[in-house]
């Protein structure tokens, strides 16, 4: 291993620790990679068996809900044009509501039916929480509620936005509250100061839709960065001040985002191409086609990175050479990502049911938990407990 | 699209009526307000927030505004009637503190009288419904009995549910008269699309794209170079004479068939990319003055109204909605010309296969306003 590669992991292992273990605090959990292998989760669950708690949601959205403290956070939006915009705090022990603070959607709340306004996930850096709407609202609470600051991204920015639904979930980096805003209008990336809400910068974007979410990531050569991807290719800006630092020409997809592992990024494309975040426009180190990523992101841990197709077959490959380890069909399909739980996958498909998949050898599914209702939010895990959202309903599946 | 209705030009002063001044002066100190017209005060301060600096002062204030008594929290509302986007949802984070902690102590009598009060801002009327609705829900679902005409479309879309909902007991005549009343009042589209299949289902066709007033009759271009985008910002022959001539040049007479109004330009010229055309109709409408133009597409749009502009979005095969994009035009009483051009980009995809557009003319609630020449009558 280069040093250059020991400081990158060392600096993870670092950002890892400081995060509190048992908080999911954002999509895809911590600095957003998916991952909770230090929490064994129960296998089997069912309306009737293993639920700590369920509670009606008071809008619909398909963003994950956020475990942060004693809270359990979710967004939602509601009214006939969906332009009351939740965000509701429910007490991790019982699921009663804590607080529920309500605003009004400043920009466009048309979403295709299959999005929602409330897509994009929050995410806490354990003093306050931000949640990013479609309408382009920007809203900070404090964990009990009070709203810290806004941001009407649609007024400052009229032709922002994109009728299908904007899905791309904000993030806290290093105190910097990160937005993608990707659309055919008004497209830029802004960092606010997230205890003010001021700017700290803006970057314009190409005029181009994506779906894709900032992600975390440190490099020994450029610090704390975030990676931002449309179907052009991956940016990766300096979080202190917003330059871009790194780019990559190259097709990626438009939803599922890039993940990282091992100082590599695996980028959802045509397949999947693995890329150095350090070496501009560089050639892959590999490309795999077997490794196919239909909506969900994919997901990487160890030596080895996971996605599921659009056929709702799950694929896991070797990080050093993209080769395919092995593929299990599953059934249904595929919105919510899949995360690693311990040593277990879990898989939620958009008809309720839940797979669990065994990642040692070839992968095999342990379980399929069934609920009722439609999932596209990707699961959370937090102190061994999972949590799904269906588009109206929270649900506690209790650890074992 | 919903549409709030516009503001009343008197606003409900229920601060006035109790004698308070809202021109206190807005103490810097913390802690909840010491009068009630100091309350007002700060929450007509928050509702005209604007910028990003300085919102910490902002939080502050709306923590003294989540302080005070439950008898402050109607005359604190006034202020929702100017306020900014920002500003009203900084008064409301405050204002529903506040209700929260009121309790039952909050009055269900005074949430009653705003409810009634027409005059208010529907978003209010609508807050205190909502409150009212936690507190005493067979009171909140009273005041609906008379709300099928309301201009809080919320409010209507409540009353019209409860009043379809009342009459499934009864008997096929009864309910049919429920539906067609319910129909006039709905301006929700899925809410008209329900009774209007009711209906139908029960005997009694409904055209909905005539409940829905969508302009059904056209004089189409012919196609225009639209590669690569080029077209959208080019003036073609039909803009570049306003008002366009459609007599002159090869138009067609293009008539929609379709639930929603929808004109297809796939089939009307052909199934193309890249290209883009013009579609032109003579609406009549009852009165002069300003309306909304409501158009949907998959494509860049355009519309001008009597040669003026009314709104461009270059944006392409990003969802398609009833009323997507709204825009204010002034309209003269008797016939207008309203043009579109409808643009169609080089997309390959199954799904940016559609080059369409339908467009309405609408008060701000969403009742249809134009009509078309007698001779334009769409189809039945």
């Known amino acids: 291993m280069t040093t250059r590669r020991l400081l990158m992991v060392v600096s993870v292992m670092l950002w890892c620790v400081a995060a509190v273990a048992a908080d999911w605090p954002e999509f895809l959990g911590p600095r957003g990679r998916g991952a909770a292998t230090d929490q064994a989760i129960r296998t089997r669950w069912s309306e009737a068996d293993g639920i700590a708690w369920k509670v009606d949601l008071p809008g619909r959205g398909a963003s994950s809900p956020i475990v942060v403290g004693d809270l359990v956070v979710v967004t939602a939006s509601s009214g006939a044009s969906q332009d009351q915009l939740h965000i509701i705090a429910f007490d991790k022990a019982t699921g009663r509501t804590v607080w529920h603070r309500r605003f009004w959607a400043t920009g466009r709340t048309l979403a295709h039916p299959t999005s929602a306004v409330a897509a994009g996930t929050p995410a806490s850096d354990g003093k306050r929480i931000v949640a990013l709407y479609s309408s382009c609202d920007l809203f900070c609470v404090d964990l009990a509620g009070r709203l810290l600051w806004q941001r009407n991204l649609a007024v400052e920015h009229p032709r922002s936005g994109n009728d299908v639904g904007m899905g791309s979930s904000p993030r806290i980096v290093d105190g910097t509250a990160v937005v993608q805003i990707d659309c055919q209008g008004d497209a830029f990336a802004l960092g606010v100061d997230a205890a003010t809400g001021e700017d700290r910068w803006i970057v314009p974007r190409e005029k181009r839709a994506s779906w894709s979410s900032p992600l975390p990531l440190t490099t020994p050569e450029h610090g704390v960065c975030v990676l931002l991807q449309n179907p052009r290719g991956l940016n990766l800006h300096r979080v202190s001040d917003g330059k871009t630092v790194w780019s990559w020409k190259g097709e990626c997809s438009a939803i599922p985002m890039t993940t990282e592992s091992g100082s590599m990024l695996h980028v959802p494309a045509d397949g999947i191409a693995c890329v150095s975040p350090t070496e501009a426009d560089a050639k892959p180190a590999w490309k795999s086609t077997k490794l196919s990523c239909g909506i969900a992101s994919p997901l990487a841990w160890g030596d080895s990175v996971a996605c599921i197709n659009r056929a709702g077959v799950l694929c896991i490959g070797d990080t050093a050479n993209g080769q395919l380890r092995g593929q299990i069909r599953l059934a249904g399909s595929f919105w919510a990502s899949p995360i690693l739980a311990g040593n277990v996958i879990l898989a939620a498909n958009k008809e309720g049911k839940t797979f669990l998949i065994s990642t040692d050898g070839e992968p095999k599914i342990i379980a399929e938990n069934e609920l009722p209702g439609t999932f596209t939010a990707t699961p959370a895990v937090a102190d061994g407990n999972v949590y799904l959202r269906s588009e109206t309903v929270l649900w506690k599946v209790a650890a074992p | ?380």
Request: aromatic residues 6%; glycine residues 8%; proline residues 6%.
């Open chain 2, 1 to 380: 699209m919903r549409r709030e209705a516009p503001r009343a030009a008197v606003w409900f002063g229920l601060a006035l009526v109790a004698g308070m001044s809202t021109h206190a002066t807005v103490s810097a100190a913390d802690g909840p307000p010491q009068t009630v017209a100091e309350a007002v005060a700060i929450a007509a301060e928050l509702a005209k927030a604007t910028g990003t600096s300085g919102q910490a002062a902002l939080a502050a204030q709306a923590d003294r505004i989540a302080g005070i008594s439950a008898d402050w929290i109607v005359p604190c509302l006034a202020a929702f009637a100017d306020a900014t986007p920002a500003g009203g949802n900084w008064l409301r984070s405050g204002i529903e503190r506040a209700v929260e902690r009121a309790g039952d102590s909050l009055s269900a009598d005074a949430l009653t009288a705003v409810v009634a009060e027409r005059k208010q801002p529907a978003r209010v009327r609508t807050l205190a419904f909502g409150w009212l609705k936690d507190r005493d829900p067979s009171r909140a679902a009273g005041l609906l009995d008379g709300m099928l005409d309301d201009p809080a479309l919320d409010l209507r879309r409540e009353a019209v549910e409860k009043k379809l909902v009342a009459v499934t007991a009864a008997g096929e005549t009864a309910q049919k008269a429920t539906h067609r009343e319910c129909l006039a009042a709905a301006r929700d589209v899925d809410q008209i699309e329900r009774i209007a299949a009711w209906l139908s289902e029960h005997g009694e066709k409904v055209n909905v794209a005539e409940v829905l007033g969508f302009v059904r009759n056209w004089r189409v271009s012919e196609e225009f170079d639209n590669a690569k985008g080029v077209g959208f910002a080019k003036a073609y022959p039909p803009e570049a004479a306003l008002p366009a001539r459609p007599e002159t040049g090869q138009w067609k007479d293009v008539a929609s068939a379709d639930k929603h109004g929808a004109i297809d330009l796939n089939a009307a010229i052909a199934t193309k990319k890249g290209v883009l055309a013009y579609a032109v109709a003579d609406v009549v409408m009852p009165r002069s003055g300003p309306a909304e133009v409501r158009i949907g597409s998959p494509c860049a749009v355009a519309v001008w109204v009597n040669g003026k502009p009314a709104m461009a979005h270059e944006i392409y095969h990003a969802s398609e909605a009833i009323d997507q994009y709204v825009a204010t035009a002034d309209f003269r009483e008797g016939t207008n010309t309203v043009m579109v051009k409808c643009c169609q980009n080089e997309q390959t995809e199954p799904w940016a296969a559609d080059w369409k557009f339908q467009l309405r003319v609408c008060d701000p609630l969403g009742a249809p306003l134009a009509t078309q020449p007698a001779h334009e009558k769409g189809p039945e």
